[in-house]
């Protein structure tokens, strides 16, 4: 005896079936979506129960935005949440969701099925896939309710950090035993760290901007986990202030003489002093020979 109606709502789209009084289904219930995209179905004799252990007599199927995908992956196509949650059947149904090929991202590895579970995370289904031109489909096999959807597996975005900016000018003294002028700025050397915290071994392209404008780049290819100094020598700078920026890190340096005006006038000074001294002496010297 089949007295009860089993319905699916699949977003709109109305399949019905018959059912026992104690959940179990008459016939096979396939169930499309209104594009017939997409595909669920429940086998002859299977038992659907809610979590109480009561015959489950609708099912609806409604498309969701939320949650998102977990990492390195993206969404393909629409999300389905089935409800109620809880509900448990004695024989696996199946859940077939297409997509277009052309939608999937250039870059991506691979197309999955995964469902968010009850603890809030995202597990993958074993699945079967086909192809026919641009329509893929993918179909998971599973024995309780929740969100199912379609996902692209991406590779990693490359990650790193480039901290500790230090800009250390050149210092050259002229006539240094007599602290005459001092030269400062004319090089700098230009050093960051950079550390790969992503998961797998990369390159990173460090550029060095000085005033605005691109001066130079290293690359330095990383393992995860790894640090290395990267540094850059700035040489024939003209004269005055410069700013540099790395990575979004900023610092400074000055090209500048500084002359020691204090000692050129001393030194001037004691030179006139003697010129004099050696005038009047000279002077004092001939008046007296002559006398």
């Known amino acids: 005896m089949c007295p009860e109606t089993f319905t699916v709502n699949f977003n ?3 399949t019905e079936t018959t059912m026992t009084y104690d959940g179990r289904l008459c016939g096979n219930c396939y169930a499309p979506s209104p594009d017939e995209e997409h595909l669920f179905e429940i086998d002859f004799f299977t038992r659907v129960l809610d979590s109480e252990g009561n015959p489950v007599t609708l099912i609806d199927i409604t498309e969701v935005h939320s949650p998102d ?15 109620p949650s809880g509900v448990t059947f004695d024989k696996e149904v199946r859940l077939t969701l297409g997509y277009n090929v052309d939608q999937l991202p250039a870059n991506a590895l691979r197309v999955l099925m995964a469902y968010y579970g009850s603890e809030e995370v995202w597990t993958e289904l074993e699945t079967e896939s086909t192809q ?3 329509i893929g489909t993918l179909t998971g096999f ?6 199912f959807a379609t996902l692209a597996e991406v590779p990693e975005v490359p990650r790193f950090e480039v901290n500790n900016l230090s800009v250390a000018p050149s210092r050259r003294e002229i006539w240094p035993f007599l602290n005459f002028a001092v030269v400062t700025g004319e090089e700098a050397v230009v050093s960051v760290d950079v550390s790969n915290v992503g998961n797998y ?12 404008e691109t001066k130079a780049n290293h690359d330095v290819g990383l393992t995860p986990g790894q640090s290395s100094e990267v540094a850059f020598v700035l040489s024939d700078n003209e004269p005055g202030r410069h700013v540099v920026v790395v990575e979004g890190l900023t610092g400074e340096f000055t090209h500048s003489l500084w002359i020691n005006w204090a000692l050129i006038i001393g030194l001037g000074a004691a030179l006139l002093i003697i010129i004099v001294l050696a005038f009047f002496g000279v002077r004092w010297y001939l008046r007296r020979a002559v006398a």
């Not at 599973?142 to 969100?147: R, S």
């Not at 390159?203 to 901007?209: D, G």
């Open 12 to 14: 709109g789209k109305i």
């Open 142 to 147: 599973f024995n309780h309710l929740t969100i």
């Open 132 to 134: 026919v031109a641009d």
């Open 201 to 212: 071994e990369a390159s990173h392209t460090v550029i060095l901007q000085v005033n605005g």
């Open 69 to 83: 995908p977990p990492p390195y992956t993206v969404h393909v196509g629409d999300m389905y949440d089935f409800a």
